[in-house]
């Protein structure tokens, strides 16, 4: 072994002790594997990553060879192969020997390596590890919770247990031959024993999706595409030659669940995945990829999705999330018909990140900046125009707020949550719609979302500071954003109007308060400024809410 061969063995030699002995040290083992049966170890793999002056080994994580600049090594690959790999092999085996039975490793163990040699990178398993003692008591509890909890059982489930067990049973391992009917049905359980804990389902319906898409990248789909993973954009699909899915319909099943249950339940930010699985199934042959794109999952029944009358023709697809809305009678009677619709949808959980093609004769849109005018804003300001309409705009407000999700024709600073225009039209509208206003408020995303200001802007021109209007006014300042400026200064010198705001937000935390006040004053040294200047009750309040923002 020659010296360059030597140190470099030598410093992942002492990269993998330490990554050992780190995690023995660890005082949790047992309790770890404990909150679940369906858990028998903890760690499943490792990456040994080699740079020359830098070796780092953790968990698996791996996203592919990014662009970066190049340090230069003498190490040739051979000698990675020939040399130092079968050393390396040795010691993780030998390590690993220690340790197989104890509840720091899974019942399998990969250790990988990716190393930089003067001809480029080179990725090698340098050891693949399966404890079968384990595999079959993980399959035995397996098993028996399925029967016990989910076929047998009518109580609630835990999301970690979903969590192991959606993994385990894509695990081709555990499972060398997959029964995707059987497998889907254990999912659809889980999701049928949580549906009235809606947070629950959550977690249930994202452990779930994540398994699904974890086996289409690393099982399924390199059969017959090369994947490109990257940590910092999408992966990149490409065909491999002679690409041709023989007796997948099965799986394809499998992935075109994924990318409904993505669809269906995922945010906003997410649904991309979905959609490039249900192209991918599409081009492996899959006639249901088709008909799910022409006709929806098939989730709702069809007088669900269609709806035709001589005032209007309405239809969704929930795959991409989109209603098709023809107005065949300029009327009330037609948006009624089309606002049920799109409430009835919603409240049967049809995909609230969604967006409105909309044929129609009017062309309404609030009387806001910033708005995106979209067919969606112009279906709710058309609806907005009859009064009547009002009642069935609040509820399909009611049915659409949900936060961070959002409008699929809005981008960037016209970002806006569904609900919003029919929100800040009522708002707009009518007193009675404050509450719905301040509802609305609380589930904004001011990080991503900045219409909010437009609205708020508007609304404090119209209503001023009343005893009526403080409270949705302060709701909206809550989440209005840095560059909001109200000129509101002067109806706050009247004592009785600034006592309105100071009750208002004497219960908010400082961050809160400051948030508030600074629309109307910028910042805390303008305020202080009008306080040292004021006399009686007004510099009282002022200071009070001074106080507020820097407590002492």
Known sequence: MTALEQQITEDMTTAIHAWFDERLQRTDLQQAVQRTSLQVGIFSDFLLDYKPGRTIVDVDLDFGDEEAPRRPTRLDETQMRNVIAPQLSALIQTRLAEVADTPLIDYRFTAKGKFQTAQGKLHLTLLEY?????????LERIHAY???KLQHGGKATKPLESFFLTRHLLDGQLFPVLDVAWTIAQFERIQQLNRERPQALAEHRSNITQAVADWAENDFLPRYYDLDISAYRATEYTPKPGMAAKDAHEQIDLLLYGAVMILRHEPNYAKAKGLKFLDIATQLGSERAVRLQTEGSGHFAPDAIALKTAQVECRANDIFAVITIVILQEDAAAYEQALRFITQLLQQGFPKSYQIKLKSKAKNYLPLKGLAKSDTHRFFANALAYPALQPLLHDYARAAIEQFEWYTDTEGEKNCMPGTYAVFGLGLADERYF?????YMEHVDEEHQSVQDAMTAAFAVQYGVTASSV?????????????????????LDDVEKLDLL????????????????????????????????AQGKRKELLETLLAKINPS
Request: aromatic share 6%; with cysteine.
């Open 502 to 533: 100071y009750q208002q937000v004497q219960s908010l935390e400082s961050h809160e308060v400051e948030r508030v006040l600074y629309p109307i004053w910028g910042k805390a040294e303008k305020l202080a400024a009008l306080a040292r200047k």
């Open 130 to 138: 399966l404890n079968e003692n384990k595999r079959q008591l993980l």
């Open 471 to 491: 409270a949705p006014l302060v709701a909206c300042l809550r989440r209005s954003t840095d560059y909001l400026k109200l000129k509101l200064q002067a109806e």
């Open 435 to 439: 509450p719905l206003l301040s509802h």
């Open 146 to 148: 399925i029967e016990q």
